[in-house]
């Protein structure tokens, strides 16, 4: 654990750790535990500055607002697909990181003056007040893909009114990045399989439960008993979603949006807490996959400003292993 702890410190802007229960001298690894603690350790996979060459990233700002890839997914080859859509094009690497090759994709494109200045007469026409500018014509971000044949669907938004009027798109590829026919229902069974709230392991079943800013997990039985109801965290401003492992382990997930951070608390199958951890600075939610690994998307923040968005330096993608 004590590895942990300090590979924890090594990525200090990222996450902090604690294993097992609350208590400080726990957190520290300093007392034992009947129940068996996760151990884990990080590894940078992936880590590319901003720019548009193989393994970088794209980068913009709207108006003071910085803006950049947000999404990542793996196939079942356990490539790393990373969908860098100010750079019109998916990045495809190996598991270890290596870069492999780009998907080229029609996923952004920057409004001209003429267009915004169009936007903005329709708007004020509309009766709208004030100035909000399009910025894009066509603005990609959502990336997932289907586990079953790889298939990739992209969600896309188009701004050609007014920033918060949007109209959603979807483009599904194959594995090669062959354009399919559009299948809406089969990507919101995708998106709804990628955060639920409701998990079903043996003869339990677990909910995510929020109410008013309280977040719980619960615990029930087929016939709908109750066994156990367990208090997660506490943000106004928070989702939840369920995940479990191949030794039937559960992972309660709360992403806190005005925070850009995500907690993941992990459960044995019997409701008992086996650890927890904390990020900051993500771009996108964690993601646990089947062997326990907890993957997490970060900006690649400035040591000498790490709170100050625009001063980052690039994006990383770590694997949190599970020992």
Known sequence: ???????????????????????????????ES??????????????????????????????????????????????????????NRIQRFDKKGKYLDSIPVESYRRA?????????????????????????TLY??????DEDNDNIYLSSRARLARKGNTSYRLVSLNRNGSKLKENRARYNKIVEKRYPKEIRIKNRIYQIEKE????????????????????????????GYLSHDNKDNVYVTTYVLSRGGANVEIFSVSGQKIGAMEFKYLVKEPFIDNNGNIWIFERLMNAENP???????????????QK
């Open 307 to 321: 709170e100050v968005i625009s001063w980052s330096k690039g994006l990383r993608l770590i694997k949190w292993e």
């Open 1 to 31: 654990m004590r590895k942990t702890v300090l590979a924890c410190l090594m990525l200090a802007v990222s996450c902090s750790l604690v294993l097992g229960a609350d208590d400080a001298e726990k957190a520290k690894g300093k007392a």
């Open 34 to 87: 009947s129940v068996k603690q996760e151990v884990y350790e990080p590894k940078v996979i992936i880590e590319g500055k901003w720019g548009s060459g193989p393994g970088e990233f794209g980068f913009t700002m709207w108006e003071g607002s910085p803006d950049y890839a947000r999404s990542f997914a793996i196939n079942s080859k356990g490539n790393i697909l990373i969908f860098d859509f100010l750079n």
């Open 140 to 145: 990609m971000k959502e990336m997932y893909i």
């Open 212 to 239: 008013n800013s309280n977040v719980y997990l619960g615990i029930i039985d087929p016939q709908g008993k109750a066994i156990d109801r367990l208090q997660i965290n506490k943000y106004a401003d928070m989702f």
């Open 112 to 136: 001209t003056d003429e267009e915004m200045k169009k936007a903005e007469i329709d708007r004020k026409a509309a009766g709208k007040q004030g100035s909000v500018m399009p910025f894009a």
